[in-house]
């Protein structure tokens, strides 16, 4: 096996065992991202030599003795939109494509902690908004399995490079779906955390209330340490679950006994895709054929989802985007030719006679604003923009963002209904299997709705998982989705492990 | 006050905390340092940041609401209060909208000299907020330009909002200088007006007198700019003046109008109009996402109570009651703060006369402070000493006036009255000595004598200035005792 194959466990036997160096696995990695990146577009940056100086020194660690991370030597790639001090840090956003961050978000320095190997930065819908990467600024990235369709997103980058064997792991973050839709898409695994389990400190935020970061690997296990790794209380976010981190990767391979799986009536109705349907109703009877107990439940309020999640997260999208104003960070527009600008619509108003006109003119700094903004943000990021700050105006906000608020909590109680009947909620990712480049671009409200399956877990903030349980008659990967009550982040890893245990579909690879 | 209308004041006040960090994050709210320098990521609002609150704020916040008997409910909240300017570098500022941490209190005031009946002063609200950064405008050389200073930004600010319930300059001072001694003897501010540590607005309108029942009300303007509360009491005073003014002018009442904002012009002593922010009524608030809402018990609550220190309206009646001191001179004490209570107190304990301990401490402990620009903590002589010179007056061991150079020695020196007393050769006259010498000097004026024997009672005037001469150290209360009993003997 050649070692960009290996999963993360593996390579760390074979590191704790001498039987390879980590320069030498991190130069397999960033050998196949030479190769295949080209095609597939999941890195926006390489850090070579970085990297391999950090291999370097954990190889040295490890000759001396010293005591290793949890991640010691293994590669893993990062969605470009956590801080990293020293290091450009762009949400795939012309606005932040020079912004260089003076610290290093938690979860970055917790890597750096557990000795891993950051090998780059990976390709993602700008600022996270979006579900086919195709939003990024300043880059396309292709699903691997056929590069004319989309991998998925926001963290499209981050599911294409783990589905391409650049690296073993990789780090997404999910605000409706970000980490799982492109998981299930990219045929890899990707764990969206309960909200708080991760800290988000660094994380340059889209919609605070639902982003959460978490793991993509593709296997349970890697999914399983690396999700250890960057765990726990951070007193730094307030948001931060203080409540002591699990071993997850001591627990994986237990099987769960007794397990009652809970499938929504509403999840298997018009929209769904035929082949995506089969694939997951054939991974649910290799769980029923495990001992699990199918039951079919009801989350009513499930329907109001999108329609919830589109109110709250332009609502705090807007607020968390406004400092990018030309003044304090981001694009500036280009100050001389602005002043001109409006000298001449001044002159021009003056001429007119237009006396309200002149009144009513941009100042300098409002004009500065305004189009430093409009140069640098993409269509979606403005249109969330827009929509944000339309749903929390003065009077709109109770019949928008408070009720959306209230729908929230009506949401998150079905779930805590449901759980009280089944230990798990299965069903498809997405509705579809990945789609082509281009097709979705000009209709948002289709794109929208690829998160249909998905959002609810971060307006209810549980814990939700998408593994690779089947392909399209077209040869495309199928996700799973299971979802578990907060903080049960170990049920959904053992379930898991479970499925990959009996079949082999995330041992699948694309042919590069 | 005119008697065509009264005036409706409402004042909004902004202190600064005295917590050593700022709001949300670890960096130093200390004042004068150069600029951007006590800044970090989150008060930078740096993309990824997140803030963090200060636990210390909040329980200022908490001792505040308490003192003002303000209502502390259960849960509060941040908000996000969206808007634009370079000095705010999120986009928003971090505050409290609908559910603030504090409501419905009040606060009495009152004047000594009875200009006004004493009154509670309604509080709406009292919510905790950062400050935002400092934008100094320099147009020097026709090239207007703006440089921003951050270090402020994120400082923790109590908002507290009173009722509409002062009728004239002169309360709304008196509800700004209670409220001030309130906050310094909480020790939750240094309220430095130079600094910013305390900033003031003010809503004002008149109700015009009439003879129809519904009244007549001007519009609302809030008054901006004010950096004293003499300036605040002259805003007042001329905006209202001006309101009247214009309504006779224009007939414009509150229905006609909406609020303006004016900005108080120190030098020229008048209010002008101040350009209006686009919109800004719309700040888009929204819970802070950020942030988790604050918790706070009945038994928290009622532990800050407990533990609050006696208030300035307390003192001053224990103060008028316990020592028998007039009001006027209980007002007058608490009003220099907690220190010259305590040095009173202190003194009236050890010399058991309060009565004069409070003239000394008003008249020339104050006359001394301002005349070498003191706080009080720096007042040279400690109680022990100045109670040393005042007993050695009720001991008659010397005058009110030589006591008053005495005094004077002893604040650039470290020695006690006795010691100075001593230098300056004052002693006590001793009873037979006092004999001698008034039987001297009654011989010696045998015209005064004839005139005290008339009953003419101003004639010792010139017999204590002779004796005076003679022995300076004499007592002049008892020297005059002395000679209309030996005179009636004569």
């Not at chain 1, 170990?490 to 990959?500: G, I, K, N, T, V």
Request: with cysteine.
């Amino acid at each position: 096996m050649a070692l960009y194959e290996a999963s993360a466990t593996q390579l760390l036997s074979q590191l704790e065992s001498g039987e390879v160096t980590s320069v030498e696995v991190t130069k397999a990695c960033l050998d196949r991202i030479r190769q295949h990146d080209g095609a597939v577009g999941a890195f926006l940056k390489v850090m070579d030599e970085k990297a391999l100086a950090q291999a370097a020194e954990v190889d040295r660690k490890r000759k001396a003795g010293e005591e290793l991370g949890l991640l010691a030597g293994v590669p893993v790639a990062v969605k470009d939109l956590l801080c990293t001090e020293g290091e450009v840090t762009t949400c795939a956003s012309k606005m932040l494509k020079d912004f260089v961050p003076p610290y290093s978000s938690t979860v970055i320095k917790k890597l750096q902690a557990a000795d891993a190997v950051i090998v780059g930065k990976t390709n993602m819908d700008e600022f996270a908004m979006g579900g086919s990467t195709e939003n990024s600024a300043l880059g396309k990235t292709r699903n691997p399995w056929n590069t004319d369709l989309v991998p998925g997103g926001s963290s499209g980058g981050a599911a294409a490079c783990l589905a391409a064997q650049m690296v073993p792991l990789s780090i997404g973050t999910d605000t409706g779906g970000s980490i799982r839709q492109p998981a299930s898409f990219c045929g890899v695994v990707g764990l969206k955390p309960t909200y708080g389990r991760v800290s988000r400190f660094g994380l340059i935020a889209f919609a605070s209330s639902l982003d959460q970061i978490g793991p993509m690997a593709r296997t349970a296990e890697d999914t399983a340490l690396f999700l250890e790794a960057m765990s726990g209380h951070d007193p730094q976010d307030s948001t931060s679950a203080n409540v002591p981190c699990p071993l997850f990767s001591k627990t994986v391979d237990q099987p769960l006994e007794g397990l009652r799986i809970g499938l929504v009536k509403e999840h298997f109705g018009e929209g769904l895709d035929g082949d995506v349907e089969k694939a997951v109703r054939e991974a649910v009877s290799v769980y029923e054929k495990l001992g699990a107990k199918v039951v079919d439940i009801s989350l009513p309020h499930n329907k109001y989802g999108i329609a919830t999640y589109y109110i709250i997260a332009p609502s705090e999208a807007s607020s968390n985007l406004a400092r990018f104003d030309g003044a304090h960070y981001g694009h500036r527009c280009d100050e001389a030719t602005m002043l001109e600008e409006l000298q001449k619509e001044k002159d021009a108003l003056v001429a007119a006679g237009d006396e309200l006109g002149v009144k009513r003119m941009d100042t300098p700094l409002i004009r500065m604003y305004r189009q430093s903004r409009a140069e640098g943000f993409g269509p979606e990021v403005k249109r969330r923009i827009m929509l944000g700050t339309y749903t929390l105006s003065a009077g709109y906000y109770d019949a928008f963002y408070l009720k959306a608020l209230k729908v929230r909590r009506l949401i998150r109680e079905d779930y805590d209904k449901a759980f009280k009947t089944v230990d798990l909620i299965v069903g498809p990712t997405a509705p579809n299997p990945a789609f082509a480049a281009g097709s979705k671009t000009n209709d948002p409200l289709a794109m929208y709705l690829e998160d249909l399956y998905t959002v609810t877990a971060n307006l209810a903030g549980i814990p939700a998982m998408s593994i690779p349980c089947g392909f399209t008659s077209g040869g495309l990967p199928v996700g799973l989705h299971m979802q578990a009550p907060a903080l049960e982040e170990d049920r959904l890893l053992r379930a898991a492990y479970m499925f990959q245990k009996e079949t082999d579909w995330h041992a699948k690879t694309p042919s590069l | 006050m005119s008697d065509n209308y009264d005036i409706i004041i409402g004042l909004e006040v902004h202190v600064q905390l005295a917590t050593k960090t700022k709001l949300f994050c670890r960096c130093s709210t200390k004042f004068g340092a150069s600029p951007n320098t006590q800044t970090c990521p989150v008060c930078l609002g740096m993309p990824g940041s997140l803030p963090v609150m200060n636990r210390e704020a909040f329980a200022l916040g908490l001792k505040t609401a308490c003192a003002l008997n303000l209502n502390v409910p259960r849960f509060t909240k941040w908000d996000r209060k969206n808007y634009y300017y370079p000095d705010l570098p999120k986009g928003y500022q971090i505050s409290q909208f609908d559910l603030p941490m504090s409501e419905d209190g009040y606060l009495w005031i009152s004047d000594p000299k009875e200009q006004f009946e004493a009154k509670k002063v309604g509080i709406i609200r009292a919510h905790l907020e950062e400050d935002a950064g400092k934008s100094m405008h320099d147009e020097a050389a026709g090239k207007a330009d703006t440089r921003i200073d951050l270090n402020r930004t994120g400082t923790p600010l109590l908002e507290i909002v009173s009722q509409p319930d002062m009728r004239s300059p002169l309360e709304a001072k008196a509800y700004l200088n209670e409220l001030k001694l309130i906050l310094t003897y909480l020790g939750v501010s240094d309220c430095n007006m130079q600094e910013g540590s305390l900033r003031v607005d003010a809503n004002v309108n008149l109700h015009i007198k009439s003879d129809d029942p519904h009244k007549i009300a001007t519009p609302i303007v809030e008054i901006k700019n004010m950096n004293s509360f003499r300036a605040v009491e002259r805003a007042l005073a001329y905006e209202a003046i001006r309101q009247y003014d214009e309504w006779q002018e224009t007939g414009k009442t509150i229905k006609d109008a909406p609020k303006t904002t004016r900005g108080w012009d120190d030098q020229a002593q008048v209010t002008r109009p101040q350009r209006e922010k686009e919109d800004s009524s719309d700040y888009r608030y929204f819970p802070d996402p950020d942030l988790a809402p604050v918790i706070t018990t009945e038994e928290e609550v009622e532990a800050v109570q407990q533990a609050l220190c006696e208030l300035p309206m307390a003192i001053r009646e224990r103060l008028h009651d316990g020592y028998g001191i007039p009001a006027y001179d209980a007002d007058v004490i608490v009003n220099q703060g907690i220190v010259a209570v305590t040095y009173f107190e202190d003194l009236a304990l050890k010399t058991g006369d309060a009565k004069m301990s409070s003239n000394w401490v008003q008249q020339d402990v104050l006359r001394v402070l301002k005349e070498r620009d003191l706080e009080f903590d720096q007042f040279p002589i400690t109680v022990e000493r100045l109670s040393g010179l005042l007993k050695a007056i009720m001991n008659k061991e010397i005058d009110t006036t030589r006591a008053k150079d005495v005094f004077t020695q002893m604040l650039d020196s470290e020695k006690d009255a006795p010691a100075i007393m001593q230098e300056m050769g004052i002693e006590k006259v001793d009873d037979s000595e006092l004999d001698n010498l008034v039987k001297e000097i009654l011989l010696a004026n045998p015209k005064a004598v004839e005139d005290l024997k008339n009953g003419v009672q101003k004639a010792v005037g010139a017999l204590i200035g002779q004796a005076k001469k003679k022995n300076p150290n004499i007592d002049p209360g008892t020297f005059r005792e002395k000679c209309l009993e030996l005179v009636k003997d004569m």
